[in-house]
C-alpha cells in the first residue's frame, strides 16, 4: 500500500498540521482528503480517528506518559502522532483490534521514516495493551479527575465547576468527548420536514426529527451535502441551538433586520425563511471572503431578502446612523467552547488570557447595534460558548447601562427552553445533545424615545 492509498498516513499527516503547525482540524482534514486517493470507507475512519485522537488527546497523553521513561510531548513530531492515534484506536475504536493497532503503527513508523524506533512504538503500546485502561477515579483534586477522564484542559473544568458544579460538569465534558452529529434545518418556506425526510430516504440517507425546532432533522446515515435537497436550497446544515437564535429574534415578513456578526449565515438565512423572503436583511461580517459565502448561501436558497456587507461591527452605528432596525441580532465573536464535539481542537488552542479580552468586544459590538434599533423591537445577543463571563456577565453590563433596554421575558414562549432567566438561557451540550450556546432577548422601550423610528 503506497503513502497516497494508506488511510492511516493520511491521518497522521492530518493531525501533524494540527498538533504541530496550527492548523484548523476541519481545514487540514479536507486539504489531506483531497490530496490523497481513498475510498469512502477509508475517508470515514480519517475522519473518525482524526477527530477522535484530537478530542481525547489529554487522557491519550496520560496513558503514554504512564508507560514512557519520557513525556510524549518530549519525542519526536511524528512518533507522537502515531503513538496517539494509535492508543486512540486501541481504547476508542471497538473495531478496531488492539494487536491491528499495534501492527499498523509499527507499519507506519516504517512508512514514515522513523523505522529506527519501531521497537520504541511497538514496546509501548504493548504495555498500554497489557495495563488496559486506568481507574481515574482516583485522581484528585476533581477538576484533575475530569479533565483527564474526559479529555479538557483543566482551568476550564474549573471555570466550569465553578459556574455549573461538579456534576453538571462532568456530564458535559463526557458531552464534548462523544461523536458530533449532523443536523439539517429544513427550508419550510418551500417544503415541509415530512416531505424532506422522505426524500432523503429514497436516496439512502436517513434522519429523525429533532427535538428543539420543528425544522429539524438530524441525519443518521448518509451525507446529506450531497443530497438535490441540499443543492436545491431545501435544507441547510445547522445544529439545533443554533437554530434557536432565529426562533428568538421573531423576525416577521416586510421587517427590517440587521444582522451584526452574520457569517457564515446561518442564523440570517434561517431569518429570511421565517420571513417568507419578504422585508430586508442586512448581513454583515467584517471578513471579506465570509461576505462571499453568505452570497453564496443566499443564493443556494434563493433569498433575496439578504444584503450582505463588509463592515466592522463596532462602528456600524456610524454607518446606519439614519436607519433604524425591527431585529437586530449580535450573535458575537467568543470562544467558541460550546462547539467541542465537532472542533475539539478550541479546547487545546484556546488561550485563557484570550478570553478576559473577550467580554469588552462584545460589550462594545452590543452598545454599537443597540444604537440602530427601533423603538419596541427586539436585539438578540447569542454565543456559542457556555462562559458566563462572555454571556450573562456582558448582557447585565449592557442592560446597567442601557436603563431603556429591559430582557424579553417571552422569549421562552418562542423557543420552548425552560430557563430560570427569563430572557435569556443557556443550553449545555449534555440537555439535548445540541451544542452549548446562549442565548438573550432583550426589548426597547418607546416611553423615552419620543418619534424615534
Known sequence: MTKNENPRYVAAKTLQAVFFKGAYSHLALDEQLKNHQLS???QRFVTEVVYGTIKRLNTIDYLLNGVMKNKVHKSDQRIQVILRMAVYQMFYLDRIPE????????????????????????GVLRSLSRQGLPDFSSITPSSKRIAIETSHPEWLVKRWINAYGEEETRRLCTTNSERGKTTIRVNLRVTTVDAVQAELFEEGIETVKGEL?????????????KSAAFKEGRLSI???????????????????????????????MHAAELMNDEGEIIANDVHAHKKRLIEKEANRLQLSI????????????KTYQDVRFDRIL???????????????????????????????????????ASKLLKD?????????????EENEHVVQEFLKNNEDFTLDESLQERIKIQSENQGYTTILPHQYGSDGFFICAMKKGSARHGNEN
Open 40 to 42: 469512502a470507507v477509508d
Open 99 to 122: 494487536r491491528a493497532a499495534i501492527h499498523e503503527a509499527v507499519e507506519l513508523s516504517k512508512q514514515w521514516g522513523r523505522v529506527g524506533l519501531k521497537g520504541l512504538i511497538n
Open 213 to 225: 425546532t420543528k425544522e429539524s432533522l438530524i441525519v443518521t446515515k448518509g451525507v446529506v451535502t
Open 238 to 268: 445547522q445544529d439545533e441551538s443554533s437554530m434557536l437564535v432565529a426562533r428568538a429574534l421573531n423576525p416577521k415578513p416586510s421587517m427590517k433586520m440587521l444582522d451584526t456578526c452574520a457569517a457564515p449565515g446561518g442564523k440570517t
Open 306 to 317: 439578504v444584503h450582505a456587507t463588509t463592515e466592522d461591527a463596532v462602528i456600524l452605528a
Open 330 to 368: 449580535v450573535d458575537a465573536p467568543c470562544s467558541g467552547l460550546g462547539v467541542l464535539r465537532s472542533k475539539p481542537d478550541i479546547k487545546w488552542n484556546t488561550d485563557e488570557k484570550e478570553i478576559r479580552k473577550l467580554p469588552a468586544l462584545q460589550l462594545d459590538i452590543l452598545n454599537t
Open 376 to 388: 419596541d423591537g427586539v436585539l438578540v445577543y447569542s454565543t456559542c460558548t457556555i462562559l458566563p
